[in-house]
């Protein structure tokens, strides 16, 4: 901390989070662009990250263990990219926070099939005030939803971008990803335009 | 040591760290990079278990999540430790450009640069 990280001659890190319901492809999705096989993490939860001030002595604080799925892009300009999964279980929501502070972005992957599995995510990230473009998979070979039809089922604003995706194929996510740091510069311009 | 057994070590994980898992502190981001120090590579011999497999791992800039992955530790033990490496001088540790600590133009700027890299790709 102290020195910004520019000021270094080393590599920068950057995140974006891939959010969606259990099942949707998000690690297919950080898979087909990383440039590691996407590697699991776990994360040890007891009861003092759940809120609960005290840690009881005598040993009797539960833990959970969360798993997150990641991914590496060395970008230009010493940058490195990573691309994080959340956990898909709606109990580990609460580790999402953990998983957007600092991010550029999110993206919101969305089967057609099971909309609702993914609007858990859609009210995380307004409300946290995380920028976000929803990204409709069309891995199962559906046919390509109206996105306007799923603008109207997530209820989300005008300006979200909704993307079609096959999250199997590195161009398309590629493509998401551009989405996702064009509306967060969006974002910041009129943001700065506004103060 | 009483923790050594034939296979390995047998410990619960905040063992490894004395209890400490870095709760109330603002945690050490996920993606925030490791790089081990030309002090802390000549001092490499003093650290033993998941400290000194975070030194050598980190010899190329390593995010604490890949760490914790490498490691096959819950990313809480490599946070705590990695932290004490910087205290002793023995690893650097680069946080993200987070958008809230930064002024809306250099934020900006990082952007066109992470959206001219993404496109390169």
Redesign the interface.
């Known amino acids: 901390m102290g020195s910004k990280p520019s000021d270094r001659t080393g590599l920068t890190p950057v995140k974006i989070v891939v959010a969606g319901g259990f099942g949707v492809g998000k690690t297919t999705f950080v898979g087909a662009i990383s440039e590691i096989e996407p590697l699991r993490s776990e994360a040890i939860i007891t009861d003092a990250s759940l809120g609960v001030d005290e840690i009881v002595a005598d040993g009797t604080k539960t833990e959970t263990t969360v798993a997150m799925d990641f991914g590496r892009i060395s970008l230009k300009h010493h940058l490195v990219l990573y691309l994080f999964g959340t956990p898909g279980q709606d109990r580990f929501h609460f580790m999402w926070d953990e998983l957007a502070r600092g991010a550029i972005g999110a993206v919101v992957l969305v089967d057609t099939r099971r909309i609702e599995a993914c609007f858990a995510a859609v009210d995380f990230f307004e409300k946290r005030g995380t920028p976000f473009v929803v990204a409709i998979n069309t891995f199962h070979g559906r046919r390509v939803h109206d996105p306007e039809l799923v603008r109207e089922a997530l209820r989300i604003a005008p300006e979200v971008p909704i993307v079609h995706c096959d999250a199997r194929v590195r161009v398309d996510v590629q493509k998401v990803l551009v989405a996702v740091v064009e509306h967060s510069l969006e974002r910041v311009m009129s943001e700065a335009a506004a103060s | 040591m009483s923790d050594v057994m034939a296979g390995g070590r047998i410990v619960r994980?905040?063992t490894m760290t004395g209890g400490r898992?870095g709760?109330g502190l603002v945690?050490i981001?996920?993606?925030?990079?490791v790089?081990v120090t030309p002090a802390g590579m000549r001092m490499r011999g003093r650290f033993r278990w998941e400290s000194a497999e975070i030194l050598a791992h980190s010899r190329k800039?390593t995010?604490i999540?890949?760490l914790?992955?490498?490691l096959d530790v819950?990313?809480?033990v490599v946070r705590v430790l990695a932290a004490d490496l910087r205290d002793q001088g023995a690893v650097a540790?680069?946080?993200?450009?987070?958008?809230?600590d930064t002024a809306?133009?250099?934020?900006?700027e990082?952007?066109?640069?992470?959206?001219?890299?993404?496109?390169?790709?």
């Open positions: 994980p905040y898992s709760v945690p981001a996920l993606e925030a990079l790089t800039e995010a999540v890949e914790a992955a490498i819950p990313v809480g540790i680069t946080e993200p450009p987070g958008a809230t809306d133009s250099d934020y900006a990082l952007l066109h640069k992470v959206l001219d890299g993404i496109k390169a790709l």
